[in-house]
């Protein structure tokens, strides 16, 4: 018996000893892998910068590759739905804030909250959730869409110059743009208040728009034809407040403001339209935009997406010169007139209110941050194209 004892307690003893450590190597490992999600912020940090000084390398392997795969499919999906899958996962993460925040605020709630799992952690941890949590959304935008910022520019598919114009060029750009809203005022609806009224529900007009594109897309095969309709935002009333008129997301949804006025919205339907189809800068989503207005065969599409150009070479010619602009300006239909005090008096109610500030300067930093060096001012740069193609279309790229 004492044999077996002892024999019993040397191998316990020998068995003991026989058990090395990890490895430095594996310790090391077992420490970094929680943190994982976080290196993704490098990574993407370093794919942006390859990407900079690759835009061609951007065009093949990811927007003309991976990304109508990502869009098509991802995109089938979110389409099954009537409504906007992102507004709906705001509303939810907006409702599990507001849940936090009561859970908090309540001394019953708040004791039965800090004795859940989740909450005991040390400080440490609650960094590393939230490193790991950034890291997750820089590489889902980067994967998912932000690469196309870096794409080479729509002008390059479009066989346009954009070089410095005359002031001559942008008056005659803006008379052949007015003469047009001209014509076409005359062949839309307007409401009792004699402002421009769309014929048709949302859907139909989405529908408009997404022929539109169609159209368009036969003639740049940069820009896929995909199942992708605009779709209505619920709680278009924030988007008001916040001064919004459409949203791209990682859903690949062209979400819609549906109480902006009327005759900016077929236009607002193509400028998103066109991010979900890889073109990230907004003075090119909004030159696309007007290009897909004027191939359909609906005059409010068309009105639309005239207006877009000419409120934009509207503010352009004032810059430049305010007396030619004004003297010019009396082309303009009462009916035109109309549409756009209509559009400025809806818009400067939200100017002054918090809401829209704080979304303005989100705008200008996303913007700047995704290298549209101006900011929010990018959108004005849709007049380069527009003056681009008006000397392709009569000839003076030689002038």
């Known amino acids: 018996m004492r044999l077996e004892i002892e024999k019993q307690e040397t191998a316990t003893i020998e068995g003991g000893d026989t058990r090395c450590p990890p490895p430095v190597r594996q310790r090391r490992m077992r420490k970094l892998l929680p943190w994982w999600p976080t290196f993704l912020l490098p990574i993407s940090a370093l794919i942006v910068i390859i990407a900079r000084n690759y835009p061609w390398g951007v065009e093949r392997f990811y927007s003309e590759g991976l990304y109508p795969v990502l869009a098509g499919s991802i995109g089938r999906v979110t389409s099954l739905a009537p409504f906007s899958v992102w507004e709906i996962f705001l509303l939810l993460l907006v409702a599990g804030g507001l849940s936090l925040l009561i859970g908090f605020l309540v001394p019953p709630w708040r004791k039965k909250l800090f004795s859940l799992p989740f909450f005991q952690v040390d400080f440490w941890h609650w960094i590393r959730r939230g490193c790991n949590l950034a890291g997750i959304i820089v590489g889902l935008f980067v994967f998912l869409c932000g690469l196309n910022y870096y794409r080479p520019e729509f002008a390059s598919f479009s066989d346009l110059t954009v070089r410095d114009s005359s002031l001559q060029e942008l008056a005659s750009l803006y008379v052949e743009l007015a003469e047009r809203a001209n014509q076409?005022?005359?062949?839309?609806?307007?409401?009792?208040?004699?402002?421009?009224?769309?014929?048709?529900?949302?859907?139909?007009?989405?529908?408009?728009?997404?022929?539109?594109?169609?159209?368009?897309?036969?003639?740049?095969?940069?820009?896929?034809?995909?199942?992708?309709?605009?779709?209505p935002v619920?709680?278009?009333?924030?988007?008001?407040?916040?001064?919004?008129?459409?949203?791209?997301?990682?859903?690949?949804?062209?979400?819609?403001?549906?109480?902006?006025?009327?005759?900016?919205?077929?236009?607002?339907?193509?400028?998103?339209?066109?991010?979900?189809?890889?073109?990230?800068?907004?003075?090119?989503?909004?030159?696309i935009a007007y290009l897909a207005c004027l191939e359909s065969a609906i005059p409010q599409v068309q009105y639309s997406g005239v207006m877009l150009a000419l409120v934009h070479t509207d503010n352009r010619l004032y810059a430049a010169d305010p007396q030619l602009f004004y003297q010019l300006s009396q082309i303009l239909s009462p009916g035109v007139r109309r549409d756009f005090s209509y559009n400025n008096s809806y818009w400067a109610q939200f100017e002054d209110q918090v809401i829209a500030q704080v979304s303005e300067v989100v705008n200008d930093t996303y913007l700047k941050v995704n290298s549209q060096t101006d900011g929010t001012q990018s959108y004005g740069r849709m007049v380069d194209l527009l003056l681009a193609d008006f000397r392709q279309r009569h000839g003076l790229e030689s002038h």
């Not at 008129?245 to 077929?266: R, S």
């Open 184 to 231: 076409l005022r005359l062949q839309v609806s307007e409401d009792e208040q004699g402002v421009m009224q769309l014929d048709g529900s949302f859907s139909q007009v989405a529908k408009e728009a997404r022929e539109a594109f169609s159209l368009l897309s036969e003639q740049y095969p940069v820009l896929p034809d995909l199942p992708l309709t605009p779709k």
């Open 234 to 287: 619920l709680n278009s009333w924030w988007m008001s407040r916040a001064q919004i008129t459409g949203q791209f997301t990682f859903t690949y949804e062209a979400n819609i403001n549906v109480l902006a006025p009327d005759y900016t919205i077929p236009a607002t339907m193509c400028h998103e339209l066109a991010h979900t189809r890889g073109f990230m800068r907004e003075d090119e989503a909004n030159f």
